[in-house]
T-cell receptor, first 109, second 116 residues
């Protein structure tokens, strides 16, 4: 069974400091990994996906198959980064997204 | 607003009553998904449609739950004989997968169900 683990429910970081939100997964196939974000009073939206290798809003995430991790990083936190972040995976060709429990990131001014 | 819409946004019902939620996807999207999210958890997959065909159902979807997408456009999720454990946020998402492996699901605002 596929599983996504986000070990931190809450994370507080000072503005300007680096951010790392951890995500580990267990899956035997070839997963596609995503980060979704939910800002206050907004709907869940895609932040980035590993296959596109983009940097969105200064965030990056590298898929490490050896460590089965997909940590989300940003070198300098901004106040507008405060939000709920969910790591998710799906198998190629399978439409079902499996989400982690989420990490609430708070940026301290 | 051309995003995914869900109605109602909030529903309070008494245990044992039936409820129905509606989801209107983005117009050109042929895939539609339902998820359920309880407090402190991430969204959990319930079911999905490609056009009008329901292609997968989670074991979470008991016999009291039924979903339809009769014309391949909007979808309804009905819960019969509601139980307090059904209290959750019900999320709908839609997508139009491009060629290749990567796609994005666009989420609606959700319907918050409270069973008293």
């Amino acid at each position: 069974a596929q599983r996504v683990t986000q070990p931190e429910k809450l994370l507080s970081v000072f503005k300007g400091a680096p951010v790392e939100l951890k995500c580990n997964y267990s899956y035997s196939g070839s997963p596609e990994l995503f980060w979704y974000v939910q800002y206050s009073r907004q709907r869940l939206q895609l932040l980035l996906r590993h296959i596109s290798r983009e940097s969105i809003k200064g965030f990056t995430a590298d898929l490490n198959k050896g460590e089965t991790s997909f940590h989300l990083k940003k070198p300098f936190a901004q106040e507008e980064d405060s939000a709920m972040y969910y790591c998710a995976l799906t198998d190629f060709g399978n439409e079902k997204l499996t989400f982690g429990t989420g990490t609430r990131l708070t940026i301290i001014p | 607003d051309t995003g995914v819409s869900q109605n109602p946004r909030h529903k309070i019902t008494k245990r044992g009553q039936n409820v129905t939620f509606r989801c209107d996807p983005i117009s050109e999207h042929n895939r539609l998904y339902w998820y359920r999210q309880t407090l402190g958890q991430g969204p959990e997959f319930l079911t999905y449609f490609q056009n009008e065909a329901q292609l997968e159902k989670s074991r979470l979807l008991s016999d009291r739950f039924s979903a339809e997408r009769p014309k391949g456009s909007f979808s309804t999720l009905e819960i019969q004989r509601t139980e307090q454990g059904d209290s959750a946020m019900y999320l709908c998402a839609s997508s139009f997968p491009p060629s290749g492996s990567s796609y994005e699901q666009y989420f609606g605002p959700g319907t918050r169900l409270t069973v008293t």
